[in-house]
């Protein structure tokens, strides 16, 4: 199966799953998931393409074994990324960019972290780039550890079984092999719909406050008011 990269040949799915196997797998999740170099990873289409080559027989691995040991890379990455930003701290912020560090990356997960609070853990494991800077941001946040491993838990599960388990759901289905590429895409696209909702939810209700702001008791200038008294 040919799935052409979405980018560089040596970021393609198949390429990577065939040339490091299982465990170049889970280091690449492990990386994505908490720390700085693994954001441009293709942790979605690497989950969902491992799934649909075990169960058409192209990666000799049990899909349960497959499952819980990504799970596992998965929470454990995140619980490095944690470490790592409880540690740093704010000089975090202070970073300067580089080709492999991009300071609106941090910027842009400290905001998504600040919006939906403790479940953006969960939210970000479905987001490009977001999922792997959102808990380096809660550890410097200093997030409360038991809320931090709790949501980690369900968001690594989530995403790492999920995506996996979907990959071989949809595996033996032939119109998945001839538009693989479209398929992960959509699977891209799928994943930020939750994002989208809450994005146009908070927008809608800024726009009510401001409105009301707006809209308050107006008060007519005393100059004003003195030539309607002549009148």
């Known amino acids: 199966m040919t799935t052409l990269a979405l980018g560089p040949s040596w970021l393609d799915p198949d390429y ?14 492990f990386a994505e998931s908490g720390l700085l170099i693994g954001f441009f990873l293709p942790g979605d289409s690497l989950l969902f393409t491992t799934g649909l ?9 049990p899909l349960w074994l497959a499952c819980l040991l990504i799970c ?6 995140d619980q490095a990324g944690y470490l790592f930003g409880k540690k740093v701290g704010p000089s975090l912020f202070n970073r300067p960019d580089s080709k492999l560090f991009k300071q609106e990356n941090v910027v842009k997960a400290h905001d998504f972290f600040e919006k939906y609070g403790p479940k953006s853990l969960v939210l970000a494991r479905f987001v ?7 808990p380096i941001i809660a550890g410097v946040s200093g997030m409360r550890y038991r809320s931090f491993i709790t949501f980690n838990i369900i968001g690594g599960v989530m995403w790492g ?36 909702i809450e994005f146009l939810r908070a927008r809608s209700k800024s726009k009510k406050a401001a ?20 009148r």
Do not use: M, Y
């Open 16 to 29: 990577l799953l065939n040339q490091f196997g299982l465990w170049g797998l889970l280091l690449i999740v």
């Open 53 to 61: 080559l075990i169960t058409t027989n192209k990666l000799d691995t």
């Open 72 to 77: 596992l890379a998965a929470i454990l990455g």
């Open 128 to 134: 490009p780039i977001v999922r792997t800077f959102t």
């Open 161 to 196: 079984a999920g995506v996996t388990l979907l990959g071989a759901w949809l595996g033996n289905i032939e119109f998945v092999h001839k538009n693989i590429e479209a398929i992960l895409i959509l699977i891209v696209l799928v994943s930020v719909v939750p994002i989208a």
């Open 211 to 230: 409105a009301t702001a707006e809209g308050g008791p107006q008060t007519t200038p005393p100059t004003q008011r003195g030539r309607h008294a002549k």
